[in-house]
């Protein structure tokens, strides 16, 4: 039997790409979700790509995830915490694509992975799941006299700031280097700000046009410095890494894991 996936969002730039690829995949795509309110409620889920696939746009969540084996869900933290209390009631396993969860929200998806399979990333690129790799080794060789900085850049219409990929990428470095990230944290800087402080790991962030997802680590020490740098080109290769923790999500037990788990990179 082939996968039933559910996909959350499809009215968004995600959401779009997602069907796309759950259609070329021998997956099977049984259900697809958007907002209550979504002038795309009730069309077919393959419109927008030209292509008829028999699966009507619903909002009722609750009901039509009965249907599915797993929901891969890129929408907003309040939409996914609602989705993810019925796939635990329904004991559907969750890909957490959605970035800008606060603590309580982070606290909710690990206390469900006592029931059902979630893999959450920021970032569902293999490549930008290699560089946290990349980075781990780099933040233990260049541990002492170099200064560590971030650079993100997404298009004009992303909500959150620094992107989930780039706080991921500093919560990396600042556990290489026995650091809280939340203690070290420099978000932006204006005005007269001082010397920089060496123990602490900067953030800025650009936003504007159509960019993927552009990340950038800089190692910046006395007469050199080392940068790790990832650009996204399409959004196929979050769709292609989510399907792929998809499959994955299947054999494993209840848990919670990452991209890490799911390319073997741990
Ligand atoms: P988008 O604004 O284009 O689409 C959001 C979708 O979510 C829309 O279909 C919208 O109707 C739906 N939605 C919004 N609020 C909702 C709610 N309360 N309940 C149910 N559905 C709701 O956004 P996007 O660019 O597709 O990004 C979506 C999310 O995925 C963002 O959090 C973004 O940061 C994240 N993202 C993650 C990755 C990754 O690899 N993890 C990659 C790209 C984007």
Redesign the pocket.
């Known amino acids: 039997m082939s996968l039933r996936v559910a996909i959350?969002?499809?009215?968004?730039?995600?959401?779009r790409v997602l069907i796309d690829t759950v259609l070329a995949s021998d997956c099977r795509l049984t259900v697809a979700l958007?907002?209550p309110g979504?002038p795309m409620l009730g069309q077919d889920a393959g419109q927008a790509l030209g292509v008829h696939t028999g699966v009507a746009i619903r909002s009722d969540f609750a009901e039509a995830l009965r249907d599915a084996d797993v929901l891969i869900d890129?929408?907003?933290p309040?939409?996914t915490l609602?989705h993810l209390a019925a796939c635990r009631a329904l004991g559907v396993n969750l890909i957490v694509?959605?970035?800008?969860f606060d603590d309580a929200g982070k606290a909710a998806l690990h206390a469900a992975a006592s029931d059902i399979g979630l893999v959450c990333?920021?970032?569902?690129?293999v490549g930008v799941n290699l560089s946290l790799k990349l980075l781990d080794m780099a933040a233990r060789v260049l541990d002492t006299g170099y200064d560590i900085e971030i650079v993100e850049a997404h298009h004009r219409?992303?909500v959150?700031a620094p992107s989930?990929t780039a706080l991921r990428m500093g919560e990396v470095v600042a556990n290489a280097l026995g650091r809280d990230l939340a203690q070290c944290a420099v978000y932006g800087r204006e005005g007269v700000t001082g010397a920089r402080d060496p123990s602490t790991i900067g953030f800025a962030t650009v936003r504007g046009g159509d960019v993927v997802g552009d990340h950038t680590v800089m190692f910046m020490g006395e007469g050199e410095r080392l940068e790790i740098t990832h650009k996204a080109s399409s959004?196929a290769t979050?769709a292609q890494g989510a399907l792929r923790a998809a499959r994955w999500l299947q054999a494993q037990p209840a848990g919670y894991y990452d991209m890490q788990d799911v390319l073997g990179l741990r």
């Open positions: 959350a969002g499809v009215s968004g730039r995600m959401g958007d907002r979504s890129f929408t907003r309040e939409g609602a694509g959605t970035t800008g990333a920021p970032n569902f690129s219409h992303k959150d989930g959004r979050f």
